[in-house]
């Protein structure tokens, strides 16, 4: 059981919208602007999509956008394309106890 | 080029122990707070072990604690894992990552981790 609980997995078909959602607890998410996202196509390295809950590192598709409230933090995709299709794992700063907490991560799939 | 390389992985019987290397180029190694992170074909990213830029501060997950160490050698750009006391569970690929946070001296906030190595595989199996 993973300390940050997101959905298995999510669909849209291209050009829609979709939210990922990531739910932790006042001690995680709900208490620092430290979330972070990944898309980690299988096989390959995992891509920092967005760090401090809404920035987006430089080169990533200004389509990734996140954002937070209370516990639970969200990930959107605007314009979904085929190449998005990916598993996404979001991540938080977990404080003194433990560094960094994880996700079980969410299928997308693009119909 | 930023670029992050792991090495050391392979196939050890339980008990036994590995160390893991990564080596960093293209950014100022002591400036950045780096990360293990392991991930079981199939399963999930899973946090393995963090250590501050300067060292000093150095942060295990529960089922690590006691049995893996993380160090680095700033003056080599490379960070170390050594693996002890290895369990079947323990097999996965094993990522190296660098904090996006610039000051990361002393301690290791999270704020995100934008440069991965490719990883290295860790077997073990009898």
């Known amino acids: 059981q993973s300390a940050l609980t997101q959905p298995a997995s999510v669909s849209g078909s291209p050009g829609q919208s979709i939210t990922l959602s990531c739910t932790g607890t006042?001690?995680?998410?709900?208490?620092?602007?430290?979330v972070s996202w990944y898309q980690h196509h299988p096989g390959k390295v995992p891509k920092l999509v967005i760090y401090?809950?809404?920035k987006r590192p430089s080169g990533v598709s200004d389509r990734f956008s996140g954002s937070k409230s209370g516990n639970t933090a969200s990930l959107t995709i605007s314009g979904l394309q085929a190449e998005d299709e990916a598993d996404y794992y979001c991540?938080?700063?977990?404080?003194?106890?433990?560094?960094?907490?994880f996700g079980g991560g969410t299928k997308l799939t693009v119909l | 080029d930023v670029q992050l390389l792991e090495s050391g992985g392979g196939l050890v019987q339980p008990g036994g122990s590995l160390k893991l290397s990564c080596v960093a180029s293209?950014?100022?190694?002591?400036?950045?707070?780096m990360t293990w992170v392991r991930q079981v074909p199939g399963k999930g990213l899973e946090y393995v072990s963090s250590?501050?830029?300067?060292?000093?501060?150095?942060y295990y997950a529960d089922s690590v604690k006691g049995r893996f160490t993380i160090s680095r050698d700033n003056s080599k750009n490379t960070l170390y894992l050594q693996m002890d006391s290895l369990r079947v569970e323990d097999t996965a690929i094993f990522y190296c990552?660098?904090?996006?946070?610039?000051?990361?001296?002393?301690?290791?906030?999270?704020?995100?981790?934008?440069?991965w190595g490719q990883g290295t595989t860790v077997t073990v199996s009898s």
């Open positions: 991540s938080s700063f977990g404080g003194s106890r433990i560094r960094v907490l």
């Open positions: 293209g950014f100022t190694f002591s400036n950045h707070a």
């Open positions: 250590i501050s830029g300067f060292g000093s501060g150095t």
């Open positions: 401090e809950v809404n």
């Open positions: 990552a660098k904090d996006i946070d610039t000051s990361g001296w002393y301690h290791h906030y999270h704020h995100g981790m934008d440069v």
């Open positions: 006042s001690s995680d998410v709900g208490n620092y602007l430290l």
